[in-house]
């Protein structure tokens, strides 16, 4: 015959200290929408289960455009782009980058467009460097071209036949008119 305890069995039922707290199993389907009918976020014990705290990533705040630097980033920029193409209309003074940087900063503040600092310090850096290397790649290039335009010009006139010379002897003898 069995023996049946039943104090034991209600001992087994309730969670005791040392017993871990009962998972609830994963919800399948869309995350319930909060009171703005928005989705409520993943946190890791609706994903997971676990009473652990949610992990929330944290955005970074974006920097406001500081004008002062776009402005000398501008000139620099038109300053490049006058040298590579010959055109030296298309630089601008300090004075009018300066009204840019500042009507393209009130832009970003206005309409909200803002660069996280990673995107904006790549973007600078790129720009530094167009701004110091572009023009001494464009000025080597071009004393290249100078030195083989040169080179060629060289060439050309040892290659030549040679022009025949006037001896003096041959020269006819032109007295100079009297008046």
Do not use: C, W
Request: without cysteine.
């Amino acid at each position: 015959m069995a023996v049946f305890d039943v104090d034991s069995t209600v001992a087994k039922s309730e969670p005791s200290a040392d017993s871990p707290p009962e998972v609830s199993p994963k919800r399948r389907g869309r995350p319930p929408k909060n009171a703005n009918g928005a989705a409520e976020p993943l946190t890791e014990t609706s994903v997971t289960g676990a009473d652990s705290p949610p992990k929330v990533k944290r955005k970074r705040k974006a920097k406001p455009i500081d004008a002062g630097l776009l402005a000398k980033q501008i000139v620099g920029l038109h300053k490049v782009a006058a040298t590579m193409t010959g055109l030296r209309e298309l630089e601008i003074s300090e004075f009018e980058a300066t009204m840019l940087a500042e009507s393209l900063a009130a832009v970003s503040r206005e309409y909200d467009v803002t660069l996280d600092g990673k995107l904006a310090a790549t973007i600078q850096l790129a720009a530094a460097i167009g701004v110091i290397y572009v023009p001494r790649v464009v000025m080597i290039k071009k004393r290249a071209m100078h030195e083989r335009a040169l080179q060629n010009a060289q060439a050309e006139t040892a290659n030549a036949p040679a022009s025949p010379t006037l001896h003096e002897s041959s020269a006819p003898n032109v007295e100079p008119a009297t008046h």
